[in-house]
C-alpha cells in the first residue's frame, strides 16, 4: 500500500495519513500504536510487529482538548489531544508518550485516564544529557519500554527482528537523506513542502513498504537548475502546517538545513553498529541534535546552528517557534541575541497548530526577504 | 534569662540571620547556591553551601503588587508573557535592582530539580548564561504507578546525587561530609514532622489556622529545612496554636460554615482579599496539596541518599494525577472538607494543566462541586476582580443550596 506512492501522494497522505493507515490496518490486520515526539525508539515498537505511528498534530478543529489543557498550553500537545479524542483514537490499540517537559508530563496523565482500555506507556526521557547518569538511565528506559511492550503483546523481543527493525529504519532515513542532499543542491528538482512531507510519512506508515516508493522517487526525480532560490536553515522543534512550507517555495526560499524534530534531528537518528543492540539504541538517544526541552546547554545550540549555517551556506535562518512552547521560549532571547551578534540574519516565525489563516506570516517573511534580498544578496 | 520569643518574631530572627549570612558568604568562605523549593537542599546544607531560592524572593515582591511591573521589564527583554511570574519577575529583578526586600546575593551555583517543574530548569539555565556559572539539574522522572519502574527510577537518583555530591567536591575542593549530611537529614526529618503536624493543626474544628497561616508559616522549611532552628521553630509554632487557639476552642472564623480545599499556589497579590471575601462567607480555606509539598517524612533508618531520593521525586508535583487525586482525597477526608477552589494559574503549568482532570475524579469521588477560576499566581495583568468575585459569590450561593436541600 505504501511501495509505489508518487511524490504527489505522499503529499496528500502526509496532510492527512489516517484514512490510509486505517486500510492498512485492516489490510495487515496489524496493530497500530501511535506516539508524540520525540525520541520514542520507534524501532522496538516496529520489532514486535506494531506500526508505530509519530502524532504530529492534526488540522481539524479544537473541540475536546481545550476542556483537558487549557488556551496557554503548547499548540502541539493540544493538537495531539484533540486527534486522539475527537478523531482518530480508535485506530490506535496503544499509545507510548515521551515525557520531555511539564506539558508532556501531564499530555501522559491525560491521555492514560482518556483510554483506560488501551495499552498506553510512557517513555521517561532523561532531562539532562550531560553526565553519565543519562545514559544509564535511557537503556534502563529502552528495556523497561522492552518488558512492557512484551508484557502487553504477550511475546518475547527476538533479536533478530530488533536488528531487521533496525536496519529497515535505518536505511530509511538513509534514503531521506540522500534526497534532501539532491534538493538541497537542486532546490528546483523537489520543494520544500514534498521533502518534509517524505519525513513526516516516513514517521507515520510502514517502512519496509514505504522504503520502496523513496527508492523510486528518488530514482526519478529529474534535476533541475533552478536560479533566484536563497537559501535559508530551519531551527526549532516541528513547522506547521504544512502550508507554511508552501509559503517557503512560493517565495523561493531553499532549505538547505534543520534542526527539527520532524526533519534532521529525526534522520540523526541512525542506530549505530552494536552487537547489543540495547546498548545501540542507547547510543543513539545522544548522538541527535539539541532538544530545547531537555536541559542541555544553548550555547551548544548556538554553535551549532551557526555550523549549519556556515557549512550549507545558507543565507539566513528561520527560527519556528510554537506557540506557547515554554522551553523555546526560555531559550530564544538569548540564541537570538548570540546569532544575531554573529551577523546571521534571523527571522522568528510563530507558528501555531490548528492555524486557519497565514496571512500574517506571509507578509512579516515576505517583508524579512525583500529587505534581505534587497541588502546582502 | 532572656524570654521565650514567639513564633513570630523566631521567624523574623531566623530570615534575618540567614539572608545577612547569606550576603556576608564570601566573607564566610561559603558559596551561594541557588536552587528551587522542592529540591535536594539537604546537600548544600551539609556541604556548607548557603542555598538562596529566587522564588521566595519574587513571592515578597509579587505579594507587594510589583508582579506587573517587574514582569514588563523582562517582556522587554525578548521573554513572553506566558512564562511563570517568578521567573519573569526575578530577572525583572535582575534588570532594576528593583525589590521589596533586601534583595538576594548573586550565585556561584546552581541547582535545579525538575520535581518541582521544569520552568525552574529553565529559568535557572537563562541564569547561569548571565555569569557563566555551573548549573546542576537533577532530573527526577514522573513518579510513574509502577513499582517496578518506582524502584528504578530512586535508583537513577541515587546515581544523580551522588554526581551532584561529586560536582560540589569538584567547585568547592572539599570532601564531602556524609556524617554531617546524617545530622543535617535529622533535622530536616524533625522539622518536616513538626510542620506536617502544623498543617493538620486545621483538622480541628473550627480550625485554627487558614491556608494563609500556612503560606506563611511554610516559608522557614522552605529555606531553613536541615538546621536545629527551623525545628526550633515549629516546635514554637505548634505549641503556640495548641495553647493559644486549639486549647481554647478558637478558630479562623467561629461561624465557620465551608471548609475548604484550594488546589494550586495562591494569588500572592490577593491573598488577604481572598481571604477576607471567603470569610464573610463562612468559607475557610483549609489546606492544598502545594503546602504539603514540604511534608517530608524522611526515613532515618536508610541510606540518607535513598530517603532523599524517594521523598523528593515523590512530591504531588512529580506524581501522576491519580496519585494526586488520591492525595488529596486523603486531604478532604482527614480535614472533612465540603468545598474546592481550583486555580488555573497561568504562570504554572506544571500545577495547572492537571487541574480540569483532577477536579473531575474528586467530584466524582467526593460528589462536592468545585470552584474553578483562571489567573496568574503574580501578574496581576491576568486577574479580573470582579469576574472572580462574581464567581466566588455564584460559588457560595451553589454550596449554599446544596446545604439547605441536605438538611432538607
Redesign the interface.
Known amino acids: 500500500m505504501w511501495d509505489n506512492l508518487s511524490i504527489k501522494q505522499v503529499v496528500k497522505h502526509a496532510n492527512d495519513p489516517y484514512p490510509y493507515i486505517r486500510k492498512w490496518k485492516k489490510g495487515t490486520g496489524k496493530k497500530v500504536v501511535g506516539h508524540t515526539i520525540p525520541d520514542v525508539p520507534e524501532e522496538l515498537i516496529y520489532a514486535f510487529g506494531f506500526l508505530p505511528v509519530s502524532l504530529i498534530g492534526t488540522d481539524k478543529p479544537l473541540k475536546k482538548a481545550p476542556s483537558r489543557l487549557p488556551d496557554n498550553a503548547c499548540s502541539l500537545a493540544r493538537s495531539n489531544l484533540e486527534l486522539v479524542l475527537s478523531y482518530e483514537g480508535d485506530l490506535f490499540d496503544g499509545f507510548v508518550l515521551p515525557q520531555v517537559c511539564d506539558t508532556t508530563q501531564h499530555l501522559s496523565d491525560i491521555w492514560r485516564i482518556s483510554f483506560p482500555d488501551k495499552y498506553v506507556e510512557s517513555f521517561l526521557a532523561p532531562r539532562q544529557a550531560d553526565r553519565p547518569s543519562a545514559r544509564y538511565w535511557v537503556k534502563e528506559e529502552i528495556e523497561r519500554l522492552v518488558s512492557s511492550l512484551t508484557g502487553w503483546s504477550g511475546k518475547s523481543l527476538k533479536d533478530e527482528d530488533l536488528r531487521e527493525s533496525i536496519r529497515i529504519h535505518n536505511e530509511n532515513k538513509a534514503l531521506l537523506k540522500e534526497i534532501y542532499e539532491i534538493k538541497r543542491k537542486n532546490p528546483g528538482t523537489l520543494g520544500n513542502k514534498e521533502l518534509f512531507a517524505l519525513i513526516k510519512l516516513s514517521m507515520q506508515v510502514d517502512k519496509t513498504e514505504f522504503n520502496k516508493s523513496l527508492k523510486k522517487i528518488k530514482e526519478g526525480l529529474k534535476i533541475k537548475k533552478v536560479d533566484g532560490y536563497t537559501d535559508v536553515i530551519l531551527v526549532g522543534i516541528t513547522c506547521d502546517p504544512p502550508e507554511v512550507y508552501e509559503l517557503f517555495d512560493e517565495i523561493k526560499l531553499n532549505i538547505v538545513g534543520d534542526t527539527l524534530v520532524t526533519g534532521t534531528r529525526y534522520l540523526q537518528g541512525i542506530v549505530p553498529d552494536n552487537e547489543n543492540l540495547i546498548d545501540a539504541l542507547t547510543e543513539r538517544h545522544f548522538k541527535r541534535g539539541f532538544f530545547s526541552p531537555i536541559h542541555d546547554n544553548v550555547y551548544k545550540n548556538f554553535e551549532e546552528v551557526k555550523a549549519l549555517y556556515k557549512q550549507t551556506n545558507a543565507k539566513a535562518i528561520i527560527y519556528v517557534h510554537i506557540e506557547f512552547c515554554e522551553s523555546q521560549e526560555y531559550d530564544l532571547p538569548d540564541l537570538k541575541r548570540m546569532i544575531k551578534k554573529e551577523g546571521m540574519p534571523i527571522h522568528e516565525l510563530d507558528t501555531e497548530y490548528q492555524t486557519i489563516s497565514l496571512s500574517h506570516v506571509r507578509t512579516r517573511l515576505q517583508a524579512f526577504f525583500e529587505s534581505l534580498r534587497g541588502g546582502a544578496l | 534569662m532572656s524570654e521565650k520569643l514567639t513564633s513570630k518574631e523566631l521567624s523574623k530572627k531566623i530570615t534575618n540571620e540567614y539572608i545577612d549570612e547569606a550576603f556576608r558568604a564570601h566573607e564566610l568562605g561559603k558559596l551561594v547556591g541557588y536552587t528551587t523549593a522542592i529540591s535536594p537542599v539537604e546537600l548544600f546544607v551539609a556541604h556548607d553551601v548557603i542555598p538562596i531560592y529566587p522564588e521566595n524572593h519574587s513571592v515578597a515582591n509579587l505579594t507587594a503588587k510589583k508582579g506587573a511591573e517587574l514582569c514588563t521589564v523582562t517582556e522587554s527583554?525578548?521573554?513572553?508573557s506566558?512564562?511563570c511570574a517568578y521567573?519573569r519577575s526575578d530577572l525583572g529583578y535582575r534588570e532594576t535592582g528593583m525589590t521589596v526586600t533586601r534583595g538576594i546575593p548573586a550565585p556561584d551555583i546552581l541547582m535545579a530539580c525538575?520535581a518541582q517543574?521544569?520552568?525552574l530548569?529553565?529559568?535557572f539555565?537563562?541564569l547561569a548564561?548571565r555569569g557563566n556559572l555551573p548549573v546542576f539539574?537533577f532530573?527526577t522522572?514522573?513518579y510513574?504507578m509502577n513499582k517496578?519502574?518506582r524502584e528504578?527510577?530512586v535508583?537513577?537518583c541515587v546515581?544523580?546525587l551522588k554526581?551532584m555530591i561529586a560536582w560540589l567536591e569538584n567547585i568547592t575542593k572539599k570532601k564531602f561530609d556524609y556524617d554531617r549530611l546524617k545530622e543535617v537529614m535529622k533535622y530536616s526529618a524533625q522539622a518536616s514532622a513538626l510542620y506536617k503536624k502544623f498543617l493538620d493543626m486545621a483538622q480541628h474544628k473550627p480550625s485554627p489556622i487558614s491556608i494563609f497561616d500556612c503560606l506563611i508559616g511554610m516559608a522557614i522549611t522552605v529555606y531553613r529545612r536541615g538546621t536545629p532552628e527551623c525545628v526550633e521553630y515549629y516546635q514554637t509554632l505548634c505549641d503556640e496554636i495548641m495553647e493559644n487557639k486549639v486549647s481554647k476552642g478558637i478558630g479562623v472564623l467561629q461561624n465557620e460554615k465551608y471548609r475548604l480545599y484550594w488546589e494550586n499556589l495562591p494569588v500572592w497579590f490577593k491573598f488577604s482579599d481572598h481571604a477576607k471575601l471567603l470569610g464573610s462567607y463562612g468559607g475557610v480555606i483549609l489546606t492544598s496539596l502545594y503546602v504539603h509539598a514540604w511534608s517530608f517524612e524522611f526515613n532515618l533508618d536508610k541510606d540518607p541518599l535513598v530517603t532523599l531520593a524517594e521523598n523528593y521525586v515523590s512530591r504531588f508535583s512529580n506524581s501522576?494525577?491519580?496519585d494526586r487525586a488520591t492525595m488529596a482525597l486523603d486531604l478532604f477526608k482527614r480535614y472533612d472538607m465540603n468545598g474546592m477552589i481550583m486555580f488555573?494559574n497561568?504562570s504554572c503549568?506544571?500545577v495547572?494543566?492537571?487541574v480540569?482532570?483532577l477536579k473531575d475524579i474528586i467530584t466524582k469521588r467526593t460528589g462536592i462541586p468545585a470552584l474553578v477560576f483562571?489567573s496568574d499566581m503574580g501578574d496581576q495583568r491576568f486577574y479580573s476582580e470582579t469576574q472572580i468575585r462574581t464567581r466566588i459569590e455564584a460559588y457560595f450561593e451553589t454550596l449554599d443550596r446544596l446545604q439547605l436541600a441536605k438538611s432538607a
Open positions: 527583554l525578548g521573554y513572553t506566558h512564562l521567573a525538575n517543574c521544569f520552568t530548569t529553565k529559568w539555565q537563562v548564561r539539574v532530573d522522572p514522573e510513574v517496578k519502574a528504578e527510577i535508583k537513577y546515581i544523580q554526581e501522576t494525577i491519580e488555573m497561568r503549568k506544571a495547572s494543566f492537571a480540569p482532570t483562571e
